[in-house]
């Protein structure tokens, strides 16, 4: 069975610096999707940035990117230019062809000002 | 254009009570998903409707849970004879198709079984 990993419950980071969170998962499967959901305390799951496990390129979406390590299994995200409003519980998710998404437990992002 | 909504947003009701959720996706997303999420944890699967039809029910935790889409758009989470176990908060989920779309998330509905 899969398994997605958050070995960071909480991260804090000052405005304008840049804070890395870390998720590593487990799957025998080669090709599938990965993704990076943020929650605030709306509870509106929002999703902050998506990679193909085919394509080697990292995404990247303004602020965020992501270091994809296939072979380590290991897929970080990166938050540039830390703002106030990306204080929020950030999730790892990962799905394969037609199934659902297999979320981490979280990592919860405290921006200070 | 509108997102996912789910009705009511909270619900309180008593151990042994029955109780709907309600989510209606967004116009023309064929794959619908249903998740629990429990206080500082992440969304877990419990259902997943591709068009009318449960695709995959492996995540309903046990036979007092049911789901239904009739008519491939709104679906109806049910739960029968609550127990306090079953405080949490409803996801749904839509997508346009079930293969490595983005799934664009509704609000939730936070049950608490008193």
């Known amino acids: 069975a899969q398994t997605v990993t958050q070995s960071q419950p909480e991260m804090s980071v000052q405005e304008a610096e840049t804070v890395t969170l870390s998720c590593t998962y487990d799957t025998s499967e080669n090709n599938y999707y990965l993704f990076w959901y943020k929650q605030p305390p709306s509870r509106q799951m929002i999703l902050v940035i998506r990679?193909?496990?085919?394509?080697?390129q990292n995404a990247t979406e303004n602020r965020f990117s992501v270091n994809f390590q296939k072979a380590a299994k290991s897929f970080s995200l990166k938050i540039s230019d830390s703002q106030l409003g990306d204080t929020a519980m950030y999730f790892c998710a990962f799905s394969q062809a037609g199934t659902a998404l297999i979320f981490g437990k979280g990592t919860t992002l405290s921006v200070s000002s | 254009g509108a997102g996912v909504s789910q009705t009511p947003s909270n619900k309180v009701t008593e151990k042994g009570k029955y109780v709907e959720l309600r989510c209606d996706p967004i116009s023309g997303h064929t794959a619908l998903y249903w998740y629990r999420q429990s206080l500082g944890q992440g969304p877990e699967f419990l259902i997943y409707?591709?068009?009318?039809?449960?695709?995959?029910d492996s995540g309903l935790p046990n036979d007092r849970f049911f789901a239904v889409r009739p008519e491939g758009s709104v679906s109806t989470l049910k739960i029968q004879r609550t127990e306090r176990g079953d405080s949490a908060v409803y996801l749904c989920?839509?997508?346009?198709?079930?293969?490595?779309?983005?799934?664009?998330f509704g609000p939730g509905t936070r049950l608490t079984v008193l």
């Open positions: 409707f591709q068009g009318t039809g449960a695709a995959d």
């Open positions: 989920a839509s997508s346009l198709e079930g293969q490595g779309h983005e799934q664009f």
């Open positions: 990679q193909e496990a085919y394509k080697q």
